[in-house]
């Protein structure tokens, strides 16, 4: 792999790790899915470290599958420039025969904003990039899907669903939920109760190239690089949903 610019950095990486792990995938077989997923979170974060430690020395990581000491690193809060991955996004879809809603993430967090990411979703053969923001569709207005988690759906969303009259869409990883919106499976993924900066920070920069609205339930911009990598909501979706969604959502917290 040559030294090229973060974009297609980015891009290389998540792409490359992804077919490691299309190859873990074949090689390992699905007879035992707790060895599947812990061969495939090691494989993956060792592959991207090792690859960011050589391309980019003077920049941080923070890494999903990091210990907790490295995460705690306080030089990492004092970097201009700190690369954020989740090396395998949906360990429980990946380690699932057939399924193919995960995805790897590898951003690049720099001066206070993100300014460089993709999104590799192995198993459907595509890396979403800022390198190539996809071209998000049109909204015609009427009926429209929401993503949501597959075992976890926030109870307010189902409200925020009827209300709006919109139909939930189960999908795996949060990658891949944030990559329907941007591809046209759906029209926007709202989720609270729990993430963290790695689950985001990938697909939300693609986002952000892409136009599509990002922020979290409140309307207020999410921030990365933080002491405490808790991130613990977001809403992307298409721009002419933005205020209606939160506007919605405002209304169900009252």
């Not at 890396?127 to 597959?150: M, N, Q, W």
């Amino acid at each position: 792999m040559t030294i090229r610019d973060d974009h297609a950095l980015a891009a290389d990486l998540a792409s490359e790790a992804g077919e490691k792990l299309l190859r873990i995938r074949e090689d390992t077989g699905f007879g035992d899915s707790s060895a599947l997923r812990a061969e495939g979170d090691r494989a993956s974060h060792v592959f991207l470290m090792e690859a960011l430690a050589r391309l980019r020395p003077s920049d941080s990581v923070l890494s999903e599958e990091a210990t907790r000491e490295e995460r705690l690193d306080p030089r990492r809060l004092s970097a201009e420039r700190v690369w954020i991955v989740d090396p395998l996004d949906g360990t429980r879809e990946f380690a699932e025969e057939g399924r193919s809603d995960w995805a790897v993430h590898v951003a690049l967090w720099e001066r206070g904003k993100l300014v460089a990411g993709a999104v590799a979703l192995p198993a459907q053969g595509r890396t979403l990039t800022t390198a190539e923001p996809p071209k998000l569709p049109a909204y015609d207005k009427g009926r429209f899907r929401i993503a949501v988690s597959r075992t976890r759906p926030p109870e307010f969303v189902q409200k925020l669903a009827y209300l709006a009259g919109a139909d939930l869409v189960p999908i795996g990883s949060a990658g891949a939920k944030i990559s329907a919106v941007l591809t046209g499976e759906v029209e926007a993924y709202v989720h609270a109760g729990g993430q963290y900066e790695w689950d985001s920070a990938a697909p939300v920069a693609v986002a952000l190239a892409a136009g599509a609205h990002v922020s979290r339930i409140d309307g207020s911009e999410p921030v990365y690089n933080q002491a405490d990598p808790s991130l613990p909501d977001i809403l992307v979706s298409l721009p002419e949903l933005a205020t209606s969604l939160l506007a919605g959502i405002r209304d169900l917290h009252r």
